[in-house]
């Protein structure tokens, strides 16, 4: 199940890629694909080629997002989670070398590297599940164990 959830912030993205691929993209290149193939000979045609692969990806995507808003969860925050760690939360790690690192916990759909957004089905995220500050987490990486301190948890947002 906690492969469906999302947060609102996640949903409201996913939502509006869905919109821009529908009303803006998929409009653009179906126009482009129509102006192409006007041009004659569509096997040597590399724009006809080029557009018509380049709908079918939007409409693969359109399908994807689709079927997939329709099976997630939003989850919000509930004030009786303070305290602890749990979906959505902003926790501020400390490693043994005294290394800070922040993380957010997400849904599937939505982590991403830059953001510092990390799955919720990921390891670090599965032992940082229901932990409060000051708790050792222990996590088994390819590069071998690390060992963080929970400094702060937070739904709202982390100083850094």
Do not use: C, H
Not at 35 to 58: F, P, Q, V, W
Not at 65 to 73: F, G, M
Not at 128 to 146: A, M, S
Request: charged share 35%; no cysteine; glycine share 6%.
């Amino acid at each position: 199940m906690k492969n469906n959830y999302i947060t609102r912030e996640g949903w409201d993205n996913l939502e509006q890629e869905l919109k821009f691929l529908w009303r803006e993209e998929r409009p653009k290149v179906t126009q482009a694909v129509s102006e192409a193939a006007a041009l004659g000979d569509r096997s040597e045609n590399a724009e006809y080629i080029y557009d018509k692969k380049r709908l079918r990806e939007i409409d693969r995507r359109i399908r994807f997002l689709s079927k997939r808003l329709e099976v997630l969860k939003i989850v919000d925050p509930d004030p009786r989670q303070e305290g602890r760690v749990y979906f959505g939360a902003l926790v501020k790690l400390q490693d043994e070398n005294g290394g800070i690192k922040v993380f957010r916990l997400v849904g599937p759909d939505e982590f991403s590297p830059a953001k510092k957004w990390i799955s919720i089905i990921s390891p670090v995220a599965r032992e940082l599940l229901g932990k409060q500050i000051d708790d050792e987490v222990t996590v088994n990486t390819p590069n071998g164990i690390i060992t963080y301190w929970i400094l702060e948890i937070n739904y709202q947002g982390i100083e850094l």
